[in-house]
């Protein structure tokens, strides 16, 4: 399947749909890891993270996102856990 892909789309295409499909396998590992060791009862809302190859993903541009206190608090405690690894 991936060869015939490869001659349809080309390489550098299939490299980037690889590595997009890496990055969600090892966010997933990274963010099943954070949950078990932080131990966070804010229910207040859901919070879920991927972590990403930029160049790899096709997004434009980011907008600046105001965020609440405890939302800012939870992505804080995060960072500091990925910053670790």
């Known amino acids: 399947m991936i060869d015939k892909l490869r001659s349809n789309v080309g390489q550098a295409s299939v490299n980037k ?11 997933k ?19 879920n993270v991927r972590v990403l190859t930029k160049s790899q993903w096709p997004i434009k541009s980011l907008d600046e996102v105001r965020m609440n206190e405890i939302f ?5 405690r995060f960072t500091n856990f990925y910053k670790k690894k």
């Open 29 to 47: 590992e990274l963010w099943d890891e954070y949950t078990k060791k932080v131990n966070d009862n804010n229910n207040e809302f859901e919070l």
């Open 17 to 27: 749909l690889i590595t997009m499909r890496k990055d969600m396998d090892i966010s």
């Open 72 to 76: 800012t608090l939870r992505v804080q």
